[in-house]
């Protein structure tokens, strides 16, 4: 039976993740996962894809306040509950095609982005009084979604052994390992083949019979869409740029094997999930889950 072997969350867009032990389930995702992103003055998402050294800002979740580091900067404090942004503005902003809706966190949180980035940035929080609506085209299953700044969807699963399976190509032609945090999964399970997580229909848990709170309500996640990557996997994340003798990997080694032609020839790797049950239970790693697989276009 498959198992939950790593969780994480990335709270701030397009930032560096954090590994937890377990991790409430929101109908958005996971807590705090994708709550913040960077944006230019006129709220323009910025991401890793333009802005590499975006992988080195890391956060924690605090008592009260999200602690943000980076290298030769001071440590940076914003709150985790929207409410005590009082008289936040308003920011109408994108993801991609998306509109979604950000508060301002303030001019002190622009200017330590603006100074790490070097270009003017603002530091969105997602603005809980509105909503983001997953495209429609993938939510019949669930009777329609939500998600905050995520790139489409609330959450990504990815199996170990499709990255085991990747490395072993990697190593083949004389390349080092890349590890998972490439993919920016927010799921990861042991105990599938490799790649069978693009065929999962569904994924569920009995909360309570894998050591969870008694009046858990039962999970049950739908897998509904491939994930299709740009080149941002080709991010060293610990050093926030490409490895300069490897510029191109993994992008080019998945290209002989994962180009999808369902989606024009894109690379594939990982499966965007909606949450059709559990709202408000927690996944833990270790906890097992069962797998439906479904086969249909």
Not at 9 to 33: F, M, Q, W
Not at 97 to 124: K, Y
Not at 284 to 290: D, K, L, N, T, Y
């Amino acid at each position: 039976m498959p198992t939950i072997s790593e969780l994480f969350v990335y709270p701030i867009k397009s930032c560096a993740g954090i590994a937890l032990s377990e991790a409430r389930l929101l109908a958005t995702g996971l807590e705090y996962d994708r709550n913040w992103m960077i944006t230019d003055p006129d709220g323009t998402m910025l991401t890793q894809r333009a802005y590499p050294r975006m992988a080195l800002i890391r956060v924690e979740i605090g008592e009260q306040d999200l602690i943000v580091r980076a290298p030769e900067m001071p440590e940076l404090r914003t709150p985790l509950d929207a409410a005590r942004l009082h008289a936040a503005p308003n920011v109408d902003t994108k993801v991609w095609r998306d509109a979604a809706h950000g508060l301002d966190t303030g001019d002190q949180a622009a200017a330590w982005f603006t100074e790490f980035l070097g270009v003017p940035a603002r530091l969105l929080r997602f603005n809980p009084a509105r909503e983001r609506i997953v495209d429609p085209g993938y939510t019949a299953s669930t009777g329609g979604a939500t998600t905050f700044f995520a790139d489409g969807f609330p959450l990504l699963v990815v199996g170990q052994a499709s990255l085991d399976d990747l490395n072993a190509r990697l190593n083949g032609k004389g390349a080092p390992s890349i590890p998972i945090d490439r993919f920016r999964p927010n799921i990861v399970l042991s105990g599938l083949d490799a790649y069978e997580e693009d065929y999962l229909e569904t994924l569920s848990a009995d909360v309570a019979a894998n050591g969870g709170a008694s009046d858990d309500p039962p999970i049950e996640l739908r897998l509904v869409k491939l994930c299709t990557r740009c080149p941002m996997p080709t991010i060293d994340q610990a050093r926030g740029a490409p490895d300069p003798a490897w510029p191109n990997e993994p992008t080019d080694t998945m290209l002989g094997y994962r180009a999808n032609p369902h989606f024009h020839g894109a690379v594939t790797f990982g499966n965007n999930a909606l949450v059709a049950r559990g709202a408000g239970a927690c996944l833990r790693v270790g906890q097992q889950v069962e797998a439906q697989l479904g086969f249909a276009d």
